[in-house]
């Protein structure tokens, strides 16, 4: 048996809004476990709709839904119960609401399409106007979302991801393509207006059964406000005394900024303060007290914590797709380290021209494949904008395009902070806003503080708390890290254990890294790297790189010409540089004894102008045979000495032949 397969939260809206059912766009649940509406929802979570009047909103019209998930893609999906859908859902989320809706069918309930949540499971049937008019109806603890009366009710729907880390998800062979619903029988909507004439059970507006524990607003903030109306504090002149003293009442409830500064916004209500705050003169009262005021433990009145889990049998039925943007390079949703040591090109090569090359859906490095166009950010906090625009034009142009024509991408100048959850939100925030699927950012020591870089526990929860985010809003974050001072300077390619600080080697779960071959030749503009590959995934490569940035030149546009070469190419290529090496070092060591020796032997000839013999000028120089003949042929060879005769006095024959430095002074 098999599980249904699960579509994006558009495409299951459209689906569904085809069915005739009337979709409703609902809240999400962000990166740090919070609702988007921006409240202290608790239990509703990700389950309330985004439009006050959803009751008339709710549709099944195929362009408002686009609408509606093209502002929030990331929106859970309601779909209204009632007439207008033909649906009513019966919920059950504990065992003893299970052995109530077997009880109302008698002991033999139906067939029908059913989807499981974060706590409980969901089963549909068709709506009869003979139901009661209700939103939603009691039997025993369970509650039947009917859509009914003025309320109505609205259920969250799969794909939509539940508050516990859960997503919404049919059962296999019980989907909306496998079964339709199935009709209530009379006997039981007998039963439903029997329990709704005996009980009312409280609803929320959003269509929800009330949750005593759903929102919590009337409980932290509630008791902070009213503390703060206890308080018995002399203003100081401007009532900075009195507001500090209720930004302490905040900080010992725990309260978020949010929840704090509505809570004092609602105390100043009834009890003004002298001068009018700022909601950043508040913030700043608040977190002086943060500093100095312990929190009270709350306890059981926290909402519990859930541990997401699944049985063998769970785990087996679920199809985790995994998606390739560049096969054998980068998978999708893998946080990303990108290392390498000082000045290796990593800008250019992990950020520019990956996020160019991910944009336009083309080659990455003009020879990696990239399997759809990605919407990317890169966040550089070291090149600043105007090496980022040079870098990304040339990048642009070996394209085939102009960096103006390139879409998909967005660039920031500013990294977000690791340790601070101000920033986790914003990223979150950045991320959803914008569609990002892949964010680069560069480089990692900007992005943390460095107080801890050892410490590989606490580094592995600011690693952690950030690729959470990711997580949750289905993206990919790229990392660009530098290596330890020593790494690499062999030559050979690198791995994690040369990444510098603790925990980046534990947390990659996929890696590319840059190394040189050879050193860099300042001027030239050519360079010669590894670049590898590797991931959990399984997939690992090592390839060559020349790239070539031509010669600098002031005004003149440089270029970005790249060659991939295969493992065993560059290592030839490698080894051949080298073999040229050496015969170029010992030729030009050749060449200096060379000259050297013809210094000398000008130097001794100089001596005796009228000239001197062979063999009493190499015995003076007192040069090695073959250096002496090989310097004394090239100054024969170039005019420098000529031959000539001396006579000995103490020879009994003709003069010897001889050797001197030519005159020119005729010439």
């Given at each position: 048996?098999?599980?249904?397969?699960?579509?994006?939260?558009?495409?299951?809206?459209?689906?569904?809004?085809?069915r005739?059912?009337?979709?409703?766009?609902?809240?999400?649940?962000?990166?740090?476990?919070?609702?988007?509406?921006?409240?202290?929802?608790?239990?509703?979570?990700?389950?309330?709709?985004?439009?006050?009047?959803?009751?008339?909103?709710?549709?099944?019209?195929?362009?408002?839904?686009?609408?509606?998930?093209?502002?929030?893609?990331?929106?859970?999906v309601?779909?209204?119960?009632?007439?207008?859908s033909?649906?009513?859902?019966?919920?059950?989320?504990?065992?003893?609401?299970e052995?109530?809706?077997?009880?109302?069918?008698?002991?033999?309930?139906?067939?029908?399409?059913?989807?499981?949540?974060?706590r409980?499971?969901?089963?549909?049937?068709?709506?009869?106007?003979?139901?009661?008019?209700?939103?939603?109806a009691?039997f025993?603890?369970?509650?039947?979302?009917?859509?009914?009366?003025?309320?109505?009710?609205?259920?969250?729907?799969?794909?939509?991801?539940h508050?516990?880390?859960?997503?919404?998800?049919?059962?296999?062979?019980?989907g909306?393509d496998?079964?339709?619903?199935?009709?209530?029988?009379?006997?039981?909507?007998?039963?439903?207006?029997?329990?709704a004439?005996?009980?009312?059970?409280?609803?929320?507006?959003?269509?929800?059964?009330?949750?005593n524990?759903?929102?919590?607003?009337?409980?932290?903030?509630?008791?902070?406000?009213?503390?703060?109306?206890?308080?018995?504090?002399?203003?100081?002149?401007?009532?900075s005394?009195?507001l500090?003293?209720?930004?302490c009442?905040?900080a010992?409830?725990?309260l978020?900024?949010?929840?704090?500064v509505?809570?004092?916004?609602?105390?100043?209500?009834?009890?003004?303060?002298?001068?009018?705050?700022?909601?950043?003169?508040?913030?700043?009262?608040?977190?002086?007290?943060?500093?100095?005021?312990?929190?009270?433990?709350?306890?059981?009145?926290?909402?519990?914590?859930?541990?997401?889990?699944?049985?063998?049998?769970?785990?087996?039925?679920?199809?985790y797709?995994?998606e390739?943007?560049?096969?054998?390079?980068?998978?999708?949703?893998?946080?990303?380290?990108?290392?390498?040591?000082?000045?290796?090109?990593?800008?250019?090569?992990?950020?520019?021209?990956?996020?160019?090359?991910?944009?336009?859906?083309?080659?990455?490095?003009?020879?990696?494949?990239?399997?759809?166009?990605?919407?990317?950010?890169?966040?550089?906090?070291?090149?600043?904008?105007?090496?980022?625009?040079?870098?990304?034009?040339?990048?642009?142009?070996?394209?085939?395009?102009?960096?103006?024509?390139?879409?998909n991408?967005?660039?920031?100048?500013?990294?977000?902070?690791?340790?601070?959850?101000?920033h986790?939100?914003?990223?979150?925030?950045?991320?959803?806003?914008?569609?990002?699927?892949?964010?680069i950012?560069?480089?990692?020591?900007?992005a943390?503080?460095?107080?801890d870089?050892?410490?590989?526990?606490?580094?592995?929860?600011?690693?952690?708390?950030?690729?959470d985010?990711?997580?949750?809003?289905r993206?990919?974050?790229?990392?660009?890290?530098?290596?330890?001072?020593?790494?690499?300077l062999d030559?050979?390619?690198i791995?994690?254990?040369?990444?510098?600080?603790?925990?980046?080697?534990?947390f990659?779960?996929?890696?590319?890294?840059?190394?040189?071959?050879?050193?860099?030749?300042?001027?030239?503009?050519?360079?010669?790297?590894?670049?590898?590959?590797?991931?959990r995934?399984?997939?690992?490569g090592?390839?060559?790189?020349?790239?070539?940035?031509?010669?600098?030149?002031?005004?003149?546009?440089?270029?970005?010409?790249?060659?991939?070469?295969?493992a065993?190419?560059?290592?030839?290529?490698?080894?051949?540089?080298?073999?040229?090496?050496?015969?170029?070092?010992?030729?030009?060591r050749?060449?200096?004894?060379?000259?050297?020796?013809?210094?000398?032997?000008v130097?001794?000839m100089?001596?005796?102008?009228?000239?001197?013999?062979?063999?009493l000028?190499?015995d003076?120089?007192?040069?090695?045979?073959?250096?002496?003949a090989?310097?004394?042929?090239?100054?024969?060879?170039?005019?420098?000495?000529?031959?000539?005769?001396?006579?000995?006095?103490?020879?009994?024959?003709?003069?010897?032949?001889?050797?001197?430095?030519?005159?020119?002074?005729?010439?």
């Amino acid at each position: 048996m098999t599980a249904a397969i699960e579509k994006p939260l558009l495409e299951s809206a459209l689906d569904y809004g085809r069915r005739g059912w009337r979709v409703v766009p609902l809240h999400h649940i962000r990166p740090d476990g919070t609702c988007s509406c921006g409240e202290d929802c608790k239990k509703s979570k990700g389950k309330h709709p985004r439009p006050l009047d959803w009751q008339h909103a709710a549709t099944a019209d195929a362009k408002q839904i686009e609408a509606w998930w093209s502002e929030t893609p990331n929106g859970n999906v309601g779909v209204a119960m009632g007439p207008g859908s033909g649906l009513v859902d019966f919920e059950t989320d504990s065992p003893e609401e299970e052995a109530d809706f077997v009880r109302l069918f008698d002991g033999d309930p139906p067939v029908c399409p059913t989807f499981t949540s974060g706590r409980g499971t969901h089963r549909l049937m068709r709506f009869r106007p003979d139901l009661p008019n209700m939103g939603i109806a009691p039997f025993g603890k369970l509650k039947v979302r009917i859509g009914n009366g003025e309320k109505g009710a609205q259920s969250v729907f799969p794909p939509s991801h539940h508050y516990s880390g859960k997503r919404y998800t049919w059962l296999p062979q019980c989907g909306p393509d496998d079964i339709d619903p199935p009709e209530i029988p009379d006997a039981v909507v007998k039963k439903l207006g029997d329990a709704a004439a005996k009980s009312n059970t409280p609803q929320q507006s959003n269509g929800q059964p009330e949750d005593n524990g759903a929102n919590r607003k009337d409980g932290r903030v509630g008791q902070a406000l009213q503390a703060m109306l206890g308080m018995r504090v002399d203003d100081a002149n401007d009532g900075s005394r009195r507001l500090y003293a209720a930004a302490c009442r905040c900080a010992e409830m725990g309260l978020g900024d949010r929840e704090a500064v509505s809570a004092i916004q609602a105390y100043a209500m009834v009890r003004p303060f002298p001068r009018q705050f700022s909601q950043q003169d508040i913030i700043k009262r608040i977190r002086d007290a943060e500093a100095k005021v312990p929190r009270i433990p709350w306890g059981s009145n926290d909402e519990p914590i859930v541990y997401r889990s699944l049985t063998p049998s769970e785990l087996d039925g679920e199809e985790y797709a995994v998606e390739y943007l560049i096969p054998g390079v980068l998978a999708a949703g893998q946080h990303c380290i990108g290392g390498g040591p000082h000045k290796v090109l990593k800008t250019l090569v992990l950020a520019c021209d990956l996020g160019v090359s991910l944009a336009l859906g083309g080659h990455f490095l003009g020879y990696f494949p990239v399997t759809r166009p990605t919407r990317v950010a890169i966040m550089s906090g070291e090149s600043g904008f105007p090496v980022i625009q040079e870098n990304l034009r040339r990048i642009a142009r070996a394209a085939g395009t102009e960096l103006r024509y390139v879409g998909n991408m967005l660039i920031s100048d500013v990294l977000p902070k690791f340790g601070s959850m101000d920033h986790i939100d914003a990223m979150g925030r950045f991320l959803e806003d914008n569609g990002i699927e892949v964010a680069i950012l560069d480089p990692a020591y900007l992005a943390l503080d460095g107080g801890d870089a050892s410490n590989v526990f606490i580094m592995g929860t600011l690693l952690r708390n950030m690729a959470d985010v990711f997580v949750q809003h289905r993206a990919t974050m790229i990392l660009l890290h530098h290596t330890t001072k020593p790494a690499g300077l062999d030559g050979q390619p690198i791995d994690l254990t040369n990444l510098s600080f603790a925990g980046f080697r534990e947390f990659a779960a996929q890696w590319t890294l840059l190394n040189r071959r050879t050193g860099y030749e300042p001027g030239s503009g050519h360079h010669e790297l590894w670049f590898s590959t590797g991931g959990r995934l399984g997939h690992s490569g090592l390839w060559g790189l020349d790239i070539d940035e031509g010669e600098y030149h002031p005004n003149a546009v440089r270029q970005w010409n790249v060659k991939v070469l295969s493992a065993d190419e560059a290592r030839q290529q490698t080894r051949a540089a080298a073999e040229t090496g050496r015969g170029k070092d010992k030729q030009a060591r050749r060449d200096t004894q060379l000259q050297d020796a013809k210094r000398r032997i000008v130097k001794t000839m100089t001596k005796t102008p009228a000239g001197e013999t062979k063999s009493l000028i190499r015995d003076t120089t007192a040069l090695n045979r073959d250096i002496f003949a090989t310097a004394f042929a090239g100054l024969l060879e170039t005019g420098d000495i000529e031959p000539c005769h001396v006579a000995k006095p103490a020879a009994r024959k003709a003069p010897f032949p001889a050797f001197r430095i030519k005159d020119t002074s005729h010439e």
